[in-house]
């Protein structure tokens, strides 16, 4: 089984910044990628970005050149930073990670973009 803590999020006026991250646990293989998801009201859980085991990184288009995805292998832990935020990236935001095995989620930890 595969833990995921996240932590990081909280609430953050526009033009802010936010840094997630998530520590990953248990029987995780040695190689996996690591990505982040979005998930608002009313609408499906959709993908922010995502790294792969080498470093290989795709990005919505939403958060280039905002958002920075990187992990720490040694760590078992993914981070995003996220600036000059807006209130369109309000969401609950998901660790995820793929291995051989299937797909893991973690709990979700809240980000909300308000003045």
């Known amino acids: 089984q595969v833990q995921l803590v996240e932590s990081g999020g909280g609430w953050v006026q526009p033009g802010g910044s936010l840094r997630l991250s998530c520590a990953a646990s248990?029987?995780?293989?040695?190689?996996?990628?690591m990505g982040w998801y979005r998930q608002t009201p009313g609408k499906q859980r959709e993908l922010v970005a995502a790294i792969s085991r080498g470093g290989g990184i795709n990005y919505a288009d939403s958060g280039k050149d905002r958002f920075t995805i990187s992990r720490d292998n040694a760590k078992n832990t993914v981070y995003l930073q996220m600036n000059s935020l807006k209130p369109d990236d309000t969401g609950v935001y998901y660790c995820?990670?793929?291995?051989?095995?299937?797909?893991?989620w973690g709990q979700g930890t809240q980000v909300t973009v308000s003045s």
């Open positions: 995820n990670l793929k291995n051989v095995v299937g797909s893991y």
């Open positions: 248990g029987s995780i293989f040695s190689y996996y990628n």
